[in-house]
């Protein structure tokens, strides 16, 4: 259950998939409830059902009211909610029932299955609501709408036969909320294992990188996203002859990033939108390196899935956020790339000049990437490790379970 599905390319529609499939491998019969619109688009986009696979994929015409205003974003979530609640009680009762946060309180359908059918649900829990925008400063935290939501997670939460949580500090954050530790799984993300079919665009040629090094930020433009250190470490480098940047992708920060580029003149970068699921794995080879990045005291409230896509094939990250956040510690543990505090576009500018004089340095700390993705955090682990728990809802094998410690910084 969850708004964005295939063949849409958001990162929680491939992750979907992934785990889709992994699941009708296993034996299992699954269906899809999506939405008709592609993420960030309005209008129908996909069928309304449509069998892909062996896989049944019923979607929902959602409105698209928005996404730049919160109440219309609550208008579009409503109606997806509606809608795709509708389309599960008209399915047969299904023996479970798995739920992301997209939108946010999407498991609102699995509690009203549970309630109705009987039918248990697990909330794979993609970020954490309303935390985020209490943080963003969009929603008072002591207004009566924030109590509301907290009062509803609370509920979700519990009614949930188990959370998965993407890391440490998320299940931190929710033992602080007092769940129960049993109650929780900690199953990470993973770099999308079959881009659908490959075809090999050739971004160097087309972006005119040459022999420079090619510096990317691809995905979601969010709210929770540092940009502003990456901002000013591209004007801060912007004659440097051996760099070149590229931004693919969308989100609601994108428009603002390139227009203050286009602002300072710098000239030594190029962008495009979401690019087709087959090209993906060309877009993820090209660039050198990869940067991905967190406002300070999001750590446990998302985790940016970037990271271990970019690891996944041999490319090194540049991280800008607090060394106590999941995507910190994976890239601090694994060698694959450098941790840069929040705000600090002169030490970023540091680490990219320093890589780009020494390129060998840069497959060494790609090829570490690889190696700690192939034996610590690989799709096959993760995807094992779902239908441990799709087929007992019991816990998986995910290292220790006592709590991990993840200070973080409170909210902004």
């Not at 924030?146 to 954050?173: F, N, P, S």
């Not at 994108?254 to 030594?268: Q, T």
């Not at 794995?281 to 409230?301: Q, Y």
């Not at 840069?362 to 799709?379: H, I, K, L, M, P």
Request: glycine content about 10%; proline content about 7%; aromatic content about 6%.
């Amino acid at each position: 259950m969850n708004q964005a599905a295939f063949p849409d390319v958001v990162a929680t529609a491939q992750h979907g998939w992934d785990l889709v499939r992994a699941l009708h491998a296993a034996g299992h019969d699954v269906t899809v409830i999506g939405s008709r619109s592609r993420y960030g688009d309005r209008g129908a986009a996909f069928p309304e059902s449509e069998v892909a696979e062996g896989i049944l994929i019923r979607r929902v015409r959602a409105s698209r009211f928005g996404r730049g205003r919160l109440a219309a974003q609550a208008l579009d979530a409503a109606a997806f909610l509606l809608g795709a609640c509708w389309q599960a009680l008209r399915l047969p009762r299904a023996d479970l029932c798995i739920c992301l946060t997209t939108p946010p309180f999407v498991a609102i359908i699995g509690w009203v299955l549970a309630r109705l059918r009987g039918t248990p649900y697990i909330l794979w829990s993609m970020d954490l609501y309303p935390d985020v925008p209490v943080a963003l400063g969009v929603l008072p935290q002591r207004s009566i709408m924030a109590r509301i939501l907290y009062g509803i997670e609370q509920r979700l939460l519990r009614g949930a036969a188990r959370v998965v949580v993407l890391g440490r500090c998320m299940e931190h954050r929710l033992l602080e909320k007092g769940l129960a530790v049993e109650r929780i799984a900690r199953i990470h993300i993973w770099a999308p294992r079959d881009h659908g079919p490959t075809v090999d665009p050739d971004y160097r040629t087309r972006w005119e990188v040459g022999d420079r090094l090619l510096v990317a930020y691809a995905g979601n433009f969010g709210l929770v996203h540092d940009l502003d250190p990456i901002i000013d470490t591209v004007i801060r480098l912007g004659d440097h002859p051996d760099i070149r940047f590229a931004f693919i992708g969308e989100g609601p920060l994108k428009a603002e990033l390139v227009r203050r580029l286009r602002v300072a003149g710098v000239k030594n970068w190029v962008e495009a939108g979401y690019q087709p699921r087959e090209a993906l794995a060309a877009l993820l080879t090209a660039p050198d390196l990869h940067l991905a990045s967190l406002h300070a005291g999001f750590e446990g409230l998302a985790v940016p899935s970037k990271v271990l896509g970019a690891m996944a094939v041999g490319r090194p990250v540049i991280y800008v956020g607090a060394a106590v956040g999941e995507c910190a510690r994976v890239i601090a543990e694994s060698g694959g790339g450098a941790v840069v505090p929040n705000g600090d576009a002169a030490a970023l500018a540091d680490v990219l000049v320093r890589y780009a004089a020494d390129r060998e340095s840069v497959r060494e700390a790609g090829a570490r990437a690889r190696t700690a993705v192939d034996t610590q955090w690989s799709t096959g682990q993760a995807l094992a490790a779902w239908t441990t728990l799709v087929e007992t809802i019991g816990p998986t094998a995910q290292g220790p379970r006592s709590p991990t410690p993840c200070a973080a910084p409170p909210p902004r």
